[in-house]
C-alpha cells in the first residue's frame, strides 16, 4: 500500500509551531497552505523548511483559496498571477511535488457561468506556462461550488490543459450530490495526483474529522483503493486537538483494510467505473 499521509497546517498559527507539531505525531509531510496571516513564506522560512527536509520529512504546497486567477479584470488575474508564480518559486525551493490551485468562483461570478469557466481556463493555462520554469507540477481543486459545482466543470479545465493535474477533495465532492456525484469525480482517477480527506453532512463544507459527519467511507475508501490509488493523502480537518489527525489517519487506513468487494470478488471501482 504505497500511501503517504500528511496534514494541512492552520495558516492563523505560526508556520513552525504547525510544521514541528504535525511531524511529531509521525505524519510523512505537511501540506503548506500559504496564506495570509501567518503561513506566508520568506526567504528565512524556506531555509528552515529544507533544513527539516534532510531529516526525511517533505512538504507540499497549497495556494491561498481565495486567489483571483480566474477574475474578469486583466490587471486583477495578472497581480493573482504574480502570485501563483511566486508560490510557485517557494514549491520549487522546498521541493514540493505539487502546488494546488483553487478555480476562482465567487457567488457574482458563478452568475455568468461560461465566462467563469472561460476566465478561469485562461488562468490555469498561464499557471501550467509559468510552472514550466520550475519542478512543481500544478494541480486544481474541486471545490464543488459556484461555476465549478459539478465534476464536468473540473473536466472542463482538464480536457483543454493536458499538463494540468487534479487534487480530489474527497468531502467536497459529497457536497449536494452526494456518493453519485463522487464516483462521477472518481473517473477522473487518471488525472488524480493529490487526494485532500475530511468529513461533512453532504450540504456544507464543515471540515470535520474522518467519521465525525456522514459521508459513507467504507464504500467511498474502497472506491479509491479499487481504482489503483497511490499516492498523497492529506488530512484537513479543522481541529484545535492534534488527536483528530491521528483519528483521521488510523480511520481511514481500517476503512482501506476492512472496505467490501462486490460478489464478484472485485473492487467497488473495478466493479463500477
Do not use: C
Not at 91 to 98: G, K, L, N, W
Not at 104 to 111: K, M, N, R, V, Y
Not at 147 to 152: E, L, N, V, Y
Not at 233 to 256: A, C, G, M, N, Q
Amino acid at each position: 500500500m504505497d500511501l503517504m499521509f500528511g496534514v494541512m497546517n492552520n495558516p492563523h498559527l505560526p508556520l513552525k509551531d504547525e510544521v514541528e507539531s504535525i511531524l511529531s505525531l509521525g505524519f510523512e509531510y505537511v501540506e503548506i497552505t500559504v496564506e495570509w496571516p501567518k503561513g506566508t513564506v520568506d526567504e528565512s522560512m524556506m531555509r528552515w523548511l529544507s533544513d527539516v527536509s534532510s531529516t526525511g520529512a517533505f512538504f507540499l504546497v497549497h495556494a491561498p483559496w481565495y486567489l483571483e486567477i480566474g477574475h474578469p479584470y486583466e490587471h486583477v488575474r495578472r497581480g493573482a498571477l504574480k502570485v501563483a508564480e511566486e508560490i510557485l518559486r517557494v514549491a520549487d525551493r522546498i521541493e514540493s511535488p505539487y502546488v494546488t490551485f483553487h478555480p476562482f468562483t465567487p457567488g457574482w461570478l458563478a452568475a455568468v457561468r461560461d465566462k467563469a469557466r472561460e476566465y478561469n481556463l485562461k488562468g490555469f493555462r498561464e499557471i501550467v506556462v509559468l510552472s514550466k520554469n520550475y519542478s512543481s507540477l500544478p494541480l486544481v481543486e474541486n471545490v464543488d461550488h459556484g461555476a465549478f459545482s459539478s465534476p464536468s466543470d473540473i473536466r472542463y479545465l482538464l480536457d483543454n490543459i493536458p499538463d494540468l493535474g487534479m487534487t480530489f477533495d474527497v468531502a467536497h465532492s459529497f457536497i449536494n450530490g452526494g456518493l453519485d456525484k463522487f464516483k462521477s469525480y472518481l473517473r477522473l482517477a487518471n488525472r488524480i495526483l493529490h487526494i485532500h480527506v475530511h468529513d461533512n453532512d453532504m450540504r456544507r463544507d464543515l471540515h470535520l474529522p474522518v467519521g465525525a459527519g456522514k459521508i459513507p467511507w467504507h464504500e467511498v475508501i474502497g472506491r479509491i483503493r479499487d481504482v489503483g490509488y497511490k499516492g498523497t493523502v492529506t488530512l484537513e480537518p479543522h481541529v484545535s486537538e492534534y488527536i483528530y489527525y491521528r483519528v483521521s489517519k488510523d480511520l481511514f487506513l481500517k476503512y482501506w483494510e476492512e472496505s467490501p468487494v462486490d460478489e464478484q470478488g472485485q473492487g467497488y471501482g473495478q466493479s463500477h467505473p
